[in-house]
């Protein structure tokens, strides 16, 4: 009987083994992850302001081969829809509202966008260099 309890015994105490080990493996990748994102710099930032439904700057030059933010501001009190064939983006934009659309990264060239809504007023581009 006793080397019965012995095989109990120790096969708990592998289970125990098993079950810290996997703590300690999820641990170690949740911080391995943790110090990865935070060692990757934020995209850089670009404003962008509807107003009197056309977009301020209606052009802006932004680097090839980066992820960019671009934070549109819609002043007016009308919603747009913030539209670019080329990019496949799309976002209504409520009146007095802003809104977050990442692009990119992107190959050097133009990339024209527009107000869904106004779009013989609200044009623009973006120079990708």
Partial sequence: MKAAENQKITKRSLCSVS????????????AN??????AVAAPPVIELEIRDHLFYPAEFTVPADTKIKLLIH??????EEFESYELNRE?????NRRAVIFIGPLKPGTYPFFGEFYPKTAQGKILVQ
């Fill in 19 to 30: 079950v810290a080990a996997g703590k300690v493996a999820a641990i170690t990748l949740i």
């Fill in 33 to 38: 992850g943790l110090l990865v994102g935070a």
């Fill in 74 to 79: 819609n002043m007016d009190p009308t919603p």
């Fill in 91 to 95: 976002k209504v934009i409520p009146g």
